[in-house]
């Protein structure tokens, strides 16, 4: 019960901080963003201390020409005497359209060890690279009277740093983070350099907790907010998973944008076996106006979790 308090606090404390910003999400989302630490929070860093690896293909949107899609690896471990040096880092491609991103960062975090559990701080650095074919998009209008807009493509190079706070125990979690703080911006190459795109900053609040129903079935209730200030709607996706002998899972999410405004609903399915190998399939039904000109959006992720040989992964991983 301790640690359903310490989910319900933390998960009602980032409402509040968050629910007051009428805020484009400009990252890409993940609906099993619970095992995608990295890309949540730099200082998510050496959580996993022997190290590991997750990999994340994503499609939203199908049958929407021109729908987000995203490739991503990560990777983190922990050094030292203490595993008090985190170290991690994610690569990700992302495509909307005729505009390619993609982005890399590593990440260092210091983690202190507390009576009651782990805090982590944790700083990243990186690059991304975004850029727009424009010169690919041909509607009539264009062919017949030509926009300077759509007669070159354009590129640019945006360095980036993020922070993060970090705490977990073996059954709980919460962070907060900013991935990304410098809000670079996209020129043109026109005449008067006009800004034509703009990475704006995201703020990010995690927080779960793996409440034991019995020796053999697990719940998992997280939530993941996150705010763009003034630019975006915030947004929410809640979870609830249930582990299954440690070994399989199903979870469901709801997203919510907008003052709770239901955007989709998700259903997850996944397996972790005791290598350290583990499978995950999220399917994601719009609820929005979109459900009209979409069958809905399609995840896949496969992890890898080292464990000191010969010894195998006794205690999975829940987040």
């Not at 095992?35 to 690896?53: D, I, K, L, Q, R």
């Not at 994610?90 to 009651?116: C, M, S």
């Not at 264009?142 to 740093?161: A, C, G, H, K, R």
């Not at 703080?181 to 020129?187: C, E, F, H, I, S």
Request: contains cysteine; positive net charge.
């Amino acid at each position: 019960m301790k640690y359903l308090a310490y989910t319900i606090f933390f998960i009602f404390a980032g409402l509040g901080c968050f629910g007051t910003w009428a805020n484009a999400q400009q990252d890409a989302r993940y609906s099993m963003y619970m095992f995608n630490g990295m890309y949540v929070n730099p200082a998510y860093a050496g959580t996993n201390e022997n190290g590991g690896f997750a990999a994340f293909y994503r499609k939203q949107w199908v049958n929407i020409p021109g729908s987000p899609q995203t490739i991503s690896l990560s990777g983190n471990g922990a050094l030292g005497k203490r595993k008090q040096y985190g170290l991690g880092g994610f690569a990700e491609y992302d495509q909307i359209g005729v505009h390619q991103r993609i982005t890399t960062y590593g990440a260092y975090a210091y983690r202190f060890k507390l009576p009651t559990g782990n805090l982590a701080l944790g700083l990243q650095g990186g690059v991304q690279y975004l850029r727009s074919n424009l010169t690919d998009v041909t509607p009539e209008e264009v062919i017949t009277n030509p926009d300077p807009v759509f007669q070159q493509n354009n590129s640019v190079l945006m360095p980036n740093f993020g922070l993060g706070i970090w705490f977990n125990t073996q059954y709980f979690f919460a962070g907060v983070s900013a991935p990304h703080l410098l809000n670079n911006q996209m020129k043109d190459g026109q005449p008067g350099l006009s800004v034509v795109g703009r990475q704006f900053r995201h703020y990010l609040l995690n927080v779960g907790g793996v409440l034991p129903v019995s020796d053999e079935l697990k719940l998992v209730p997280s939530v993941l907010v996150k705010a763009v200030p003034t630019h975006a709607p915030v947004q929410f996706d809640t979870n609830l998973s249930l582990f299954i002998k440690d070994l399989i899972w199903i979870g469901s999410s709801f997203r919510f944008e907008n003052r709770f405004k239901p955007e989709s609903v998700n259903a997850i399915l996944g397996f972790q076996f005791q290598n350290g190998l583990r499978i995950g399939y999220a399917y994601d039904y719009t609820l929005s106006k979109l459900t009209n000109f979409t069958s809905g959006s399609h995840e896949v992720t496969v992890g890898y979790d080292i464990s000191p040989k010969p010894q195998r992964l006794i205690t999975p991983r829940y987040f």
